[in-house]
């Protein structure tokens, strides 16, 4: 797995869909759905209610198993595969609500992040020998990085009780991007942000771009999305109905009839 | 689940407190009235009696139970009330060690931490998709067969009678000045350890899972191996307990590990407001070693006493102000 994640780290291979289908019961969500998602840029999918974005996203975090197609990122087959083992081969992702522990301080939460890369073990948990001190320095450092990366350092040692969600949101990013993710999954992050929190997301996303990131954000708010996207995909009803830059999409008249309704209606 | 036991303030309070830089004049007074209260627990047997010494003893081998039990409520957001068998585990451990091989409890202690993590890992895997009530009633199972089996297997365990606890651990001690100190010693070592795990990624791991275990999924934490090192934990802890208790009380037998000593150890758990500190398992432990000694002499009304001193405890503890309840509740831990 080691050595697998090791590839995939170094490669620049983007994060493929081909003929997706995913149905519950005799609905299908999913309808064959083909999409890249490239290294090195900012990938958006948006969609109305009802798109089959949640659906798709949960695809790409192993929470869903799609009866038909395949989800691959360069050689490796994903599909099969639950959320812990596409931890392993570099997936992170963020939550639609905000999933961060109320016990732990917002930087010990984000050293949770680097916990697939650790190795201290048992006897270094119960007792303070070296090895185990180091990584544990180590890894604050890591966290704190990553939260200085998003500007947020100054509240590494808060309670996120006491944090607002604007905050907490980029804190639950830094936990996401803390172990050099290969493929980083942003699930709706300006969800319950006002405006001044989501324009510090945004500058935040631009950051994150690098050349080993394949990052997706599914979100609502088409600002963001239009601000901080390379290319955007376009759900409507299970199927791809639109895909480019920002100012394709801007101009697709399929995307301006689903998202403005169709005047014949 | 675990906002259900937990309060929420404590939780705040908790991680409020729990930061790697807390203001350094409360660390100092606290360590200092810490280091003040050891030395007065140290210096108690000088001036208190016997009797004093030895119902000390239990109290803190009790202790040492109570902490097992809320371990697992807090980093396994659990119940249970079947851990008077890992405590029973590490006490016939100690009492068969000496039996069989004539060993003290020094060199038979870990040995019991391990037999109880076993037991922990045994019952663990089987019940590890249990959660909540469900979990509990299993547990539940495990303390009522318990006497069952040590009266079955009673050539080896001693049967009703149960077995002796009587070789010195520290030789140039009184029996009775061991008998306090050891437990003492192996209660603060636990919550020492229990500090330093606090700090691992384990633990960060462990509560992370708890509140969201889908979250902790996706940072490639599992929940298979949450619950099974979490029983194991909590399991090995109970041992320790259970084997000081066995040297403090120098005797084991199936009536000291009935289902009431489980309930107990989670009512023990309860009353000191799953606190993983000294102050906090001290609280529960006198609870548990000193409230059926004061009602001794009520009778049939032991049980409605002791119900109602539960109850005066818990919502005494809960009208305490929020800062003090956070520091009983082992706030740094």
Redesign the interface.
């Known amino acids: 797995m080691k050595h697998a994640n090791a590839a995939a780290t170094r490669s620049t291979d983007p994060l493929v869909v081909e003929d997706l289908s995913l149905s519950f019961g005799g609905i299908r969500v999913l309808q064959g759905i083909g999409l890249r998602m490239e290294s090195g840029e900012i990938t958006g999918l948006i969609g109305p209610n009802g798109a089959g974005k949640t659906s798709f996203f949960n695809c790409l975090?192993g929470?869903y198993t799609p009866q038909k197609g395949a989800i691959r990122l360069g050689g490796l087959r994903l599909e099969g595969l639950?959320?812990?083992q596409?931890?392993?081969l570099g997936?992170?992702?963020s939550?639609q609500h905000v999933?961060?522990?109320?016990?732990?301080?917002i930087?010990?939460?984000v050293?949770?992040?680097?916990?697939?890369q650790?190795t201290?073990g048992?006897l270094?948990?119960?007792?303070?020998l070296p090895a185990?001190n180091r990584e544990?320095a180590q890894?604050?450092e890591r966290a704190l990085a990553a939260l200085d990366r998003l500007g947020i350092a100054g509240v590494a040692?808060?309670?996120?009780?006491?944090l607002p969600p604007g905050l907490l949101r980029l804190a639950e990013i830094a936990?996401a991007v803390v172990g050099d993710p290969r493929v980083l999954l942003l699930d709706e992050p300006a969800a319950g942000l006002n405006s001044v929190e989501t324009a510090d997301l945004s500058a935040a996303l631009k950051k994150l771009r690098a050349e080993h990131l394949v990052l997706v954000v599914v979100e609502h708010d088409m600002d963001l999305i239009m601000d901080v996207c390379d290319t955007i995909h376009v759900l409507n009803v299970g199927t791809l109905l639109a895909s480019g830059d920002p100012g394709q999409v801007r101009q697709n008249p399929d995307v301006v009839r689903v998202y403005l309704g169709d005047e014949d209606e | 689940m675990s906002d259900v036991i937990l309060p929420?303030e404590t939780?705040?309070r908790?991680?409020?407190t729990?930061?790697?830089?807390p203001e350094p004049n409360r660390r100092r007074w606290s360590t200092g009235l810490g280091i003040l209260g050891l030395l007065a627990l140290l210096a108690l047997p000088l001036v208190a009696g016997g009797y004093w010494t030895f119902t000390l003893g239990l109290c803190f081998a009790n202790a040492i139970a109570i902490i097992s039990v809320s371990f697992l409520v807090r980093y396994g957001g659990e119940v249970s009330i079947g851990h008077g068998v890992f405590m029973g585990a590490g006490a016939y451990t100690v009492a068969l060690m000496e039996k069989y091989f004539a060993l003290s409890l020094l060199a038979s202690l870990p040995v019991a931490a391990v037999v109880g993590a076993l037991l922990g890992l045994v019952f663990a895997f089987p019940s590890r998709h249990l959660s909540g009530i469900y979990l509990a009633v299993a547990t539940m199972a495990l303390a009522l067969a318990l006497p069952e089996v040590l009266l079955h297997f009673s050539t080896v365990t001693g049967g009703y009678g149960g077995l002796y606890v009587s070789l010195d651990a520290v030789p140039l001690l009184s029996k009775s000045a061991q008998r306090y100190y050891l437990p003492l010693a192996a209660l603060v070592a636990v919550v020492l350890?229990l500090r330093?795990?606090r700090?691992?990624?384990?633990?960060?791991?462990l509560?992370?899972i708890?509140?969201?275990a889908?979250?902790?999924?996706?940072?490639?934490?599992?929940r298979s191996w949450a619950r099974l090192s979490c029983m194991a934990l909590s399991a090995a802890i109970a041992a320790i307990g259970g084997a000081v208790l066995a040297f403090s009380s120098s005797t084991v037998s199936p009536n000291s590990f009935t289902l009431w000593t489980s309930i107990f150890l989670l009512v023990g758990s309860v009353v000191s407001l799953y606190s993983l500190s000294v102050v906090g398992s001290l609280l529960g432990g006198l609870f548990l070693t000193l409230v059926p000694l004061l009602l001794a002499g009520a009778g049939d009304w032991v049980p409605i006493l002791y119900g109602a001193a539960l109850l005066g405890v818990v919502l005494g503890v809960n009208g305490l102000p929020e800062s003090l309840r956070a520091r009983l509740g082992g706030g740094r831990i």
């Open positions: 975090t929470l639950r959320p812990p596409r931890a392993a997936f992170s992702r939550f999933a961060l522990c109320p016990e732990l301080s930087i010990e939460n050293m949770i992040g680097l916990d697939r650790s201290a048992w270094d948990a119960f007792l303070p185990g544990r890894n604050r040692d808060d309670s996120p009780t006491q936990r | 929420n939780l705040s908790d991680a409020r729990s930061g790697a830089a350890l330093q795990f700090r691992s990624r384990q633990a960060m791991a509560l992370l708890r509140t969201s889908y979250a902790a999924e996706s940072f490639g934490v599992r």
